[in-house]
T-cell receptor
Framework: EAGVTQFPSHSVIEKGQTVTLRCDPI?????LYWYRRVMGKEIKFLLH????????ESGMPNNRFLAERTGGTYSTLKVQPAELEDSGVYFC???????????FGPGTRLLVL | GENVEQHPSTLSVQEGDSAVIKCTYS??????FPWYKQELGKGPQLIID?????GEKKDQRIAVTLNKTAKHFSLHITETQPEDSAVYFC??????????FGTGTSLTVIP
């Protein structure tokens, strides 16, 4: 069974540019989560999809972040325009049901210069 | 919201010794506590978890204990090996969807 995959693995952009991160969850997992870890700090929840619906987006930092999951399969997280403080590692996770194990992808390392 | 604190931030042990990582949480509604191991260049991988109706769980060299009254839980690794070297994260979840993570413990096992 393939795990959670994320693309790209690394991204370096300049302040003000746009970046789109992609996550492919484990096949059959309706629940998809985005998290972010800023250097040296905890991994913080951003949002949760159930299929194509946003179940909980309480962790999204501001309206420069837009997450979508059209068709309930893969998800994208767009940052527009990117700011310096957006640098960090963005993780995607998926689970079959809520309250079950969340399986994490390898992360996308974003650096905004 | 939930607040998880994790200690220590770094831990070095000799191969074969035990390692203990401790976490505290603030929300008494939290009922699921997973532990993740993150190796360099990889994402966090679940190594063990415990639910609030259980006080202790063991899987080979890894064990987790939970004290709901004191709101703390710990990871115990016995007979450590160099491949145990990684960053370990504890987490707590009151809702089942949001995980609240600690800041991580960088464990180094010295051969």
């Amino acid at each position: 069974e393939a795990g959670v995959t994320q693309f790209p693995s690394h991204s370096v952009i300049e302040k003000g540019q746009t970046v789109t991160l992609r996550c492919d969850p484990i096949s059959g997992h309706d629940n998809l989560y985005w998290y972010r870890r800023v250097m040296g700090k905890e991994i913080k929840f951003l949002l949760h999809f159930v299929k194509e619906s946003k179940q909980d987006e309480s962790g999204m930092p501001n309206n420069r972040f837009l997450a979508e999951r059209t068709g309930g399969t893969y998800s994208t997280l767009k940052v527009q325009p990117a700011e310096l403080e957006d640098s960090g590692v963005y993780f995607c996770a998926s689970s079959q049901r809520v309250r079950e194990t969340q399986y994490f992808g390898p992360g996308t390392r974003l650096l905004v210069l | 919201g939930e607040n998880v604190e994790q200690h220590p931030s770094t831990l070095s042990v000799q191969e074969g010794d035990s390692a203990v990582i401790k976490c505290t949480y603030s929300d008494s509604a939290s009922n699921y506590f997973p532990w993740y191991k993150q190796e360099l260049g990889k994402g966090p991988q679940l190594i063990i978890d415990i639910r609030s109706n259980v006080g202790e769980k063991k899987d080979q060299r890894i064990a987790v204990t939970l004290n709901k009254t004191a709101k703390h839980f710990s990871l115990h690794i016995t007979e450590t090996q160099p491949e145990d070297s990684a960053v370990y994260f504890c987490a707590a979840s009151p809702t089942g969807n949001q995980f609240y993570f600690g800041t991580g413990t960088s464990l180094t096992v010295i051969p």
